[in-house]
C-alpha cells in the first residue's frame, strides 16, 4: 500500500473498479460498502441521510462544506441516518447554528454511521459519472486493501435489490386524525414530508407497510391512495404491484412518487430500467407537458421508467429536460398519475408542490 493507513486516524475509499481514495474519518470507526452515488444538493444535508430512499447507498456529496450547521432534530424525513455511508470533502465539528442539538460528527456516531472526509469529491464524481453506478466501501478499521476488496465483491448489487421491506413501517399508523379526504400511503421507504403535504391540506392521512393487503387498506374506506417514494428496485416487489393492480380494478384514485411511480407503471405492464448514473439533487430542470412550464424538481433515484409518447394505456406528463427521461405520466381513463422526482422536497423547489393539490382535487 503505498499510503500508511492510522487507525483511527485515516480512512480509505475503495470503488469496484478498484479505484482508491485515502481520506480521513468521519462518524463511527468501522467499515461499510454499498452503492456509490452523487448528490449535488447544496444544502440539507439531514433530510439527504434520513431519506430512505437512499438505504444501502454511499452518499457522495458535491457540496464543499458538510456540518457546518450542526444536526438539528427537526430536520428528519425518518427515525434515523438511512445512508450506508458518506464521502465528503470538508467535514466541519463545529457548527454555527444555534438551535442545532449537536454536532453532525455527534449525530453520525450515535447513529453507527461510518464516513470518509478530505476527498477530491470532484474527481470521484467525475470517475463514476464516466464509469456509471458501481459499488464501493470506506473502512477506518481494516488496513489490508485486499480484505475490503473481497468484502467489497461480496456486497450486493442495486439491481434486483428488493429493499422497501428494510425501511416500511411494520404497522399500520395515524399520521394524521382531520376530517378532510382520507389518504392511505403505501410505505415502501416514505419521507415523512409527503405525510406532512397532506396534512397539511386537512387530510386524514394513514400509513400502512409496504406489503399490506388490497383488503386491509380498503377496510380504512380511504378516498386516495399514496404510493411513497423508496430504495432499490421496484421489479421484486411482485405482491406489491398486484395490490396497485387491485386498485386500478377497482377504480381508487391513486398519487405515486419515486419508488411509487415505478411501482405504478410496472402495474401498467410498463418497464423500468437501471441508469447508467440516476438523478440525486435540488436542481434538476422537469418540463410539465400539460401546462409547458418548467419545474425546478428535487430528485433522488437510479430506475427510470421506459414508455414511449405513444404508449395506449399512459400520456407522459413531465420530462427531464437534461436528459429527456420520463418525469411524470397519467393514467389514461384513471384517476392515477405519478410523478418521479419529489414534489414534497423539505427543503427543496416547491414549484411541485402543486400535484398534491392536483390529487385532491380530482377526489
Known sequence: MDKELKLGENAVLILEDGKTFFGSTIGKIGTTSGEICFNTG?????????????????????????GNYGAYNQDLESDSVKIAGLICKTYSDNYSRTIANSSLDEWFIGNNLTGISDIDTRQVVRHIRDKGAMNCIISSEILDIEELKDQLSRTPIMEGLELASKVSTKNAYNFSNQNGHKIAIIDYG??????????????????????????????????????????GDPAPLTSEIKVIQNFFEAKIPIFGICLGHQLLSRALGLETFKMHNGHRGLNHPVKNLITNHSEITSQNHGFAVKVDFDNPLVDITHVNLNDDTVEGIKVKGHKAFSVQYHPEASPGPHDSRYLFDQFLNQL
Open 190 to 231: 416514505m419521507k415523512k414530508s409527503i405525510a406532512q403535504c397532506f396534512a397539511d391540506r386537512g387530510c386524514a392521512v394513514k400509513v400502512f407497510p409496504h406489503n399490506s393487503s388490497f383488503s386491509d387498506i380498503m377496510s380504512w374506506e380511504p378516498d386516495g391512495i399514496m404510493l411513497s417514494n423508496g430504495p
Open 42 to 66: 447544496m444544502s440539507g444535508y439531514q433530510e439527504i441521510f434520513t431519506d430512505p430512499s437512499y438505504f444501502g447507498q454511499i452518499i457522495v456529496s458535491t457540496s464543499n462544506h458538510i
